[in-house]
Protein backbone atom coordinates (compact mmCIF):
# COMPACT_ATOMS: atom_id res chain seq x y z
CA UNK A 1 0.00 0.00 0.00
CA UNK A 2 3.03 2.39 0.80
CA UNK A 3 4.36 1.63 -2.95
CA UNK A 4 0.64 2.39 -4.43
CA UNK A 5 0.70 5.63 -2.30
CA UNK A 6 4.49 6.64 -3.47
CA UNK A 7 3.18 5.79 -7.15
CA UNK A 8 0.25 8.05 -7.01
CA UNK A 9 1.78 10.97 -5.81
CA UNK A 10 4.89 10.75 -8.00
CA UNK A 11 2.34 10.66 -10.26
CA UNK A 12 0.79 13.64 -9.21
CA UNK A 13 3.72 15.36 -8.74
CA UNK A 14 4.66 14.56 -12.16
CA UNK A 15 1.47 15.97 -13.65
CA UNK A 16 2.33 19.33 -11.72
CA UNK A 17 5.52 19.42 -13.34
CA UNK A 18 4.13 18.86 -16.75
CA UNK A 19 1.49 21.37 -16.28
CA UNK A 20 4.15 23.60 -14.61
CA UNK A 21 6.64 22.72 -17.44
CA UNK A 22 3.71 23.40 -20.42
CA UNK A 23 2.57 26.93 -18.45
CA UNK A 24 6.69 27.68 -18.35
CA UNK A 25 6.94 26.87 -22.05
CA UNK A 26 3.71 28.84 -23.11
CA UNK A 27 5.46 31.73 -21.34
CA UNK A 28 8.60 31.79 -23.28
CA UNK A 29 6.72 31.36 -26.37
CA UNK A 30 5.30 34.47 -25.89
CA UNK A 31 8.65 36.11 -25.04
CA UNK A 32 10.36 34.69 -27.66
CA UNK A 33 7.26 36.03 -29.80
CA UNK A 34 7.52 39.53 -28.37
CA UNK A 35 11.61 39.36 -28.96
CA UNK A 36 11.00 38.97 -32.05
CA UNK A 37 8.51 41.64 -32.73
CA UNK A 38 10.49 43.81 -30.78
CA UNK A 39 13.35 43.30 -33.27
CA UNK A 40 11.26 43.38 -36.32
CA UNK A 41 10.30 46.84 -35.01
CA UNK A 42 13.81 47.53 -34.25
CA UNK A 43 14.96 47.26 -37.77
CA UNK A 44 12.08 49.44 -39.32
CA UNK A 45 13.30 51.53 -37.31
CA UNK A 46 17.02 50.92 -37.86
CA UNK A 47 16.28 51.45 -41.47
CA UNK A 48 14.30 54.85 -41.18
CA UNK A 49 17.11 55.81 -38.76
CA UNK A 50 19.67 55.27 -41.47
CA UNK A 51 17.42 56.86 -44.22
CA UNK A 52 17.69 60.38 -41.91
CA UNK A 53 21.09 60.18 -41.60
CA UNK A 54 21.74 59.49 -45.00
CA UNK A 55 19.42 62.63 -45.70
CA UNK A 56 21.17 64.78 -43.25
CA UNK A 57 24.91 64.15 -44.25
CA UNK A 58 23.36 65.06 -47.77
CA UNK A 59 22.02 68.49 -46.84
CA UNK A 60 24.86 68.80 -44.53
CA UNK A 61 27.01 68.47 -48.22
CA UNK A 62 24.55 70.77 -49.84
CA UNK A 63 25.10 73.30 -47.27
CA UNK A 64 28.79 72.72 -46.96
CA UNK A 65 29.08 73.18 -50.97
CA UNK A 66 26.88 76.56 -50.63
CA UNK A 67 28.95 78.21 -48.01
CA UNK A 68 32.19 77.47 -50.28
CA UNK A 69 29.75 78.75 -53.01
CA UNK A 70 29.27 82.15 -51.13
CA UNK A 71 32.66 82.51 -49.18
CA UNK A 72 34.62 82.15 -53.43
CA UNK A 73 32.17 85.20 -53.78
CA UNK A 74 34.17 87.58 -51.11
CA UNK A 75 37.28 86.96 -53.06
CA UNK A 76 36.62 89.76 -54.90
CA UNK A 77 35.69 91.95 -52.24
CA UNK A 78 38.60 90.55 -49.76
CA UNK A 79 41.14 91.45 -52.54
CA UNK A 80 39.57 94.69 -53.08
CA UNK A 81 39.80 95.52 -48.88
CA UNK A 82 43.39 94.14 -49.14
CA UNK A 83 44.25 96.61 -52.42
CA UNK A 84 42.50 99.66 -50.23
CA UNK A 85 44.83 98.31 -47.42
CA UNK A 86 47.53 99.23 -49.81
CA UNK A 87 46.07 102.12 -51.08
CA UNK A 88 45.76 103.33 -46.74
CA UNK A 89 49.48 102.31 -46.10
CA UNK A 90 50.62 104.35 -48.78
CA UNK A 91 48.46 107.25 -47.90
CA UNK A 92 49.54 106.66 -44.78
CA UNK A 93 53.04 106.77 -45.88
CA UNK A 94 52.40 110.46 -47.68
CA UNK A 95 51.00 111.93 -44.95
CA UNK A 96 53.91 110.88 -42.78
CA UNK A 97 55.80 112.67 -45.25
CA UNK A 98 53.89 115.63 -45.61
CA UNK A 99 53.80 115.79 -41.68
CA UNK A 100 57.72 115.43 -41.53
CA UNK A 101 57.66 118.49 -43.92
CA UNK A 102 55.30 120.23 -42.38
CA UNK A 103 57.37 119.94 -39.07
CA UNK A 104 60.82 120.76 -40.84
CA UNK A 105 59.08 123.83 -42.32
CA UNK A 106 57.56 125.08 -39.29
CA UNK A 107 60.52 124.93 -37.38
CA UNK A 108 62.23 127.19 -39.85
CA UNK A 109 59.41 128.77 -40.37
CA UNK A 110 60.14 132.28 -38.00
CA UNK A 111 63.44 132.90 -39.36
CA UNK A 112 62.16 132.21 -43.46
CA UNK A 113 58.75 133.21 -43.12
CA UNK A 114 58.85 135.29 -46.53
CA UNK A 115 61.06 133.26 -48.22
CA UNK A 116 59.16 129.82 -47.70
CA UNK A 117 55.68 131.22 -47.75
CA UNK A 118 55.16 129.45 -51.47
CA UNK A 119 56.43 126.05 -49.92
CA UNK A 120 54.08 126.69 -47.17
CA UNK A 121 50.95 127.03 -49.01
CA UNK A 122 52.34 124.59 -51.06
CA UNK A 123 52.45 121.89 -48.69
CA UNK A 124 48.80 122.95 -47.25
CA UNK A 125 47.39 122.10 -50.78
CA UNK A 126 49.32 118.72 -50.56
CA UNK A 127 47.64 117.89 -47.11
CA UNK A 128 44.30 119.61 -48.18
CA UNK A 129 44.30 117.06 -51.48
CA UNK A 130 45.74 114.25 -48.95
CA UNK A 131 42.38 114.72 -46.81
CA UNK A 132 40.25 115.13 -49.80
CA UNK A 133 42.09 111.45 -51.05
CA UNK A 134 41.07 110.47 -47.59
CA UNK A 135 37.73 111.48 -47.30
CA UNK A 136 37.00 110.50 -51.04
CA UNK A 137 38.30 106.79 -50.04
CA UNK A 138 36.08 106.64 -47.12
CA UNK A 139 32.85 107.51 -49.63
CA UNK A 140 33.58 104.81 -52.30
CA UNK A 141 34.04 102.41 -49.26
CA UNK A 142 30.85 103.26 -47.93
CA UNK A 143 29.01 102.99 -51.25
CA UNK A 144 30.70 99.74 -51.80
CA UNK A 145 29.88 98.62 -48.36
CA UNK A 146 26.32 99.42 -49.67
CA UNK A 147 26.17 97.67 -52.94
CA UNK A 148 27.35 94.80 -51.19
CA UNK A 149 24.51 94.90 -48.52
CA UNK A 150 21.91 95.31 -51.42
CA UNK A 151 23.78 92.69 -53.24
CA UNK A 152 23.21 90.62 -50.81
CA UNK A 153 19.15 91.14 -50.09
Known sequence: ?????????????????VVY????????????????????????DLVA?????????????LLIKDVQTKMH?????LASVSQTGEV????????KQVSA???QVTAGVQNKVSDNKSRISDVVEIAKAGFKLWQKLQSVRQS???NENTKKE
Open 144 to 146: YSK
Open 1 to 17: MVIEISVAVIAVVFVVL
Open 49 to 61: VSKEATNVMHDAN
Open 101 to 103: AVS
Open 21 to 44: MVSLMKTAKQTMLQANQSLAQMQQ
Open 73 to 77: AFDPL
Open 88 to 95: LAQLTGSA
